[in-house]
């Protein structure tokens, strides 16, 4: 019994994602991705670094050095054409759409 009460707190620690996963579905390519704890000010550095999330990418944020079990963060995505996307106190733990937590796709809609 104890065996398998310790495979299932295992199993329900490894669900919890340690990352967001963001698909562009804006039709523009996104050239700043900004992630911070909603508590912040600040939105911090830019995530794609020189990278740019052309339309129809998927990109993985790996927000595992963060405190992710117990904050909310902001997220923050600039177009190409100087659009915003923003998403204010998202769940690290409990944010998404599907079946997976943490996964989400940008579109139009979601523009500022």
Do not use: C, H, P, R
């Amino acid at each position: 019994m104890k065996f398998a009460l310790l495979v299932l707190t295992a199993l329900a620690f490894v669900s919890f994602g340690q990352y967001f996963e963001i698909t562009n579905d804006t039709g523009y390519d996104i050239y700043f991705v900004y992630i911070s704890y909603t508590s912040e000010d600040d939105w911090g550095g830019d995530w794609l670094g020189e990278d740019v999330m052309f339309d129809g990418d998927v990109y993985e944020f790996d927000i595992s050095d963060l405190d992710w079990e117990t904050e909310l963060f902001d997220i923050q995505l600039e177009d190409e054409d100087g659009d915003i996307y923003t998403f204010l106190a998202v769940d690290g733990e409990d944010y998404g759409t599907g079946d997976d937590d943490n996964v989400f796709t940008v579109t139009l809609s979601d523009i500022d």
